[in-house]
T-cell receptor, first 114, second 110 residues
Framework: EAGVAQSPRYKIIEKRQSVAFWCNPI?????LYWYQQILGQGPKLLIQ????????DSQLPKDRFSAERLKGVDSTLKIQPAKLEDSAVYLC????????????FGPGTRLTVL | GENVEQHPSTLSVQEGDSAVIKCTYS??????FPWYKQELGKRPQLIID?????GEKKDQRIAVTLNKTAKHFSLHITETQPEDSAVYFC?????????FGAGTRLFVKA
């Protein structure tokens, strides 16, 4: 079974530039998560989708971050404009769909904002 | 907001010793209690989980115990090995909401 795919794996940009990350979840997984993991901290949920609807985006900085999940499968997360404090690993995860399910994580995208 | 705390933040043990990490949560709606392991530079991976109707679960050298009344659950690793060195995260979940703890860095000295 293929795992969660993410691209790019690494990205370096300057502050005020924009960046986009892509995630392809495990086939059949209804729930998709985007997390931000700053070095030395636990993953912080940015947004959670159930199929193509948003379940939780309470911690998404909506003035600069946006995300969408087209047709309930792939998802993109965008930052515009980026700030220095956005430097982190962005993890995408997926799960089958109910609250008892394991989350499977992708390899992450390491973003450096200079 | 809901709160999740892990203790200790760092744990150093000798190979062969046991390690225990505790996770305290505040959301009474939590009903699923997983532990994830993240090795340096890698993605988090589930190592063990427990549901709210079970008090303890064991899988070889690892076990999880749950005290729902006190709102805490613990990860137990016995006969630790150097490959157990990693960061461990609890992630109590309830009503589709998951909050990850800050992590416990475990060092196993050979």
């Amino acid at each position: 079974e293929a795992g969660v795919a993410q691209s790019p794996r690494y990205k370096i940009i300057e502050k005020r530039q924009s960046v986009a990350f892509w995630c392809n979840p495990i086939s059949g997984h209804a729930t998709l998560y985007w997390y931000q993991q700053i070095l030395g901290q636990g993953p912080k949920l940015l947004i959670q989708f159930q199929n193509n609807g948003v379940v939780d985006d309470s911690q998404l900085p909506k003035d600069r971050f946006s995300a969408e999940r087209l047709k309930g499968v792939d998802s993109t997360l965008k930052i515009q404009p980026a700030k220095l404090e956005d430097s982190a690993v962005y993890l995408c995860a997926s799960s089958l769909g109910d609250s008892y399910n394991e989350q499977f994580f992708g390899p992450g995208t390491r973003l450096t904002v200079l | 907001g809901e709160n999740v705390e892990q203790h200790p933040s760092t744990l150093s043990v000798q190979e062969g010793d046991s390690a225990v990490i505790k996770c305290t949560y505040s959301d009474s709606a939590s009903n699923y209690f997983p532990w994830y392991k993240q090795e340096l530079g890698k993605r988090p991976q589930l190592i063990i989980d427990i549901r709210s109707n079970v008090g303890e679960k064991k899988d070889q050298r690892i076990a999880v115990t749950l005290n729902k009344t006190a709102k805490h659950f613990s990860l137990h690793i016995t006969e630790t090995q150097p490959e157990d060195s990693a960061v461990y995260f609890c992630a109590p979940t309830g009503g589709f909401k998951t909050i990850f703890g800050a992590g416990t860095r475990l060092f196993v000295k050979a």
